[in-house]
């Protein structure tokens, strides 16, 4: 019955799909034993967080890296835009790739 309700409990709290957060309960389970029950389904979301953002965030191949630079801009004005409450805002320069502030919308 636990086996059923934590995966449950857990996606309520996670942004995870239900398969994965249970197949972390089991293998957790069957490798660690009954603390396995905890740390499976936490190395499991962990490691799904890292690849899901080494996927988005990698650009491919032979991307030129002015068009990488421009995009990574441009992400960062939109999350400055979106956050009203901030004061100011780290982005990369092209040159040295060195940290300068900027003032926030």
């Known amino acids: 019955m636990d086996n059923v309700i934590r995966p449950i409990l857990i996606r309520m709290g996670a942004d995870l799909p239900l398969i994965l957060i249970l197949s972390g309960v089991i293998g957790g389970l069957i490798a660690f034993g009954m603390i396995g029950l905890f740390i499976g389904p936490v190395l ?6 890292l690849f899901s953002a080494w996927v988005h965030e990698v650009p491919p191949p032979g991307t030129d890296p002015d068009v990488i630079l421009e995009r990574t801009r441009r992400a960062g004005r939109r999350r400055i835009r979106s956050k009203r409450d901030c004061r ?16 926030c919308c």
């Not at 805002?89 to 502030?101: D, E, G, K, N, Q």
């Open 44 to 49: 499991l979301a962990v490691t799904w967080r």
């Open 88 to 103: 100011v805002a780290l982005t990369l320069t092209r040159p040295t790739f060195s940290p300068a502030i900027l003032k």
